[in-house]
């Protein structure tokens, strides 16, 4: 048997979304799986679209997921270049055996007489094909006019690794642009040119291809070339299921996340199983289990649909599993800027309070702030909570006073406080959801915290009470 060979093929016309690097994912898992290679290339034909920048934010957001290639544009390999405006010579190869063969020929028209023919087309209700106006006598291809294939239209059954049997009629094929005036290759021409030098054994792409798969199935047979295992996965929909996913809908850029601190590998997770699950209900995955479980059969037919949530819950689940260590390397820069003052232990203590509750790492400022700081008295977070703004404001302070009395009292370590507090309940006759949040709102001016025992251990008596004594004549 070959040994695998996947490539992931960007053109470095933009951002990739979170979605677009899951054929990334897919590619590199199945060449994992077999002990093969994952090949990364630049599909650069298209310079008027080229994003200044894109090449090294494809690379970093491989790299940042851990999706290593074996061989590519920065790293070189056996079949270099891998960048395609450097691979011209073997285009102009390929496409002067076409020529040769009969198969090929020059596109002597103007952009404007074959926009006439598919007006012609539209008026007659007719799907316009450009083999219809097929020249008789086209002139001798010098590079300044397109070059088109001379298709040969029949119908064809192919095997799509996860679309399954497919079946178009000859109707479809036409005679596509295989290099441009400009003397770039067409993507067409091109993935199929590389993909068979590169010795690529499996291609997994986006829908946006399939339609064009029947001409690619005529080109492989005019070049002689076999053609790779093909996997089409569908388009990811946004989170109303309805239309692909955007930009627009929140999705963000690998490395976007990453700043907004999710993890790689709940970014790995969340992208592996949008589309794909390994016919259970598991919906959280390491690498090495992907690349145990991973198969195209697996992968669905109907679009993906992109939900944020599951991602935070995912993430949520690898930051709890961090040790303490690690929840610090990654999570102490997120820190707000009042925690620089403290020492390393307080601001390790605030964090491990937090992590239970922590989605991303972009919330610990919000989550933390009070930890580092006093905040200014609230009244609204009394006047808009369910129980305390029943109460009236002398009976909140005789509360907030008892409690004050008995916490002067405490030695602030923690069995000390959960004893206290519950003592309080008693003494004070209250529930927790009123005499818990009272003592919560006054120590922190945070509408939640995490537990109040907890938070008052870490931060400390002399804030605790500092903070009460500030409240009170709030009330
Ligand atoms: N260059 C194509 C794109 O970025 C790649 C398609 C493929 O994987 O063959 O959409």
Redesign the pocket.
Known sequence: MKTIRT?????P?GYLHVGGIR?ALFAWLLARQGQGQFVLRF?DTDKKREVEGARDHLIKSLKTLGLKYDEGPDIGGPFAPYTQSERLESYRLWAQKLIDAGRAYADPYTPEEVQAFRDEARAAKKPFLYRNHRPENPPIWDGTMPLRFKSDPKAYDWHDEVMGDLHTGPEVIDDIILIKSDGYPT?NFA?IVDDAEMEITH????Q??IASMPNYLNLYEALGIERPAIATVPHIMGPDGNKKLSKRDGAKDVLDYVRDGFLPEALVSFIATLGWNDGTTQEIFSADELIEKFSLDHVQRSGARFDEQRLTWINGHYIRQLSMDDLYVHAAKYLPGEADTFDENYRRAVLSLIQERLKYFAEIPQLTRFFFTDLPVDPALISSHKQLKKLDPAELKQILKTALASLEESDFTLDDLTERLNNLLETTGQKPAVLFSLIRIATTQAPASPGLAETLAVLGKETSLRRIDAMLPSL
């Open positions: 490539r992931f093929a960007p053109s016309t054929t599909e993507y993935h291609i997994i792409r986006g946006e291809f």
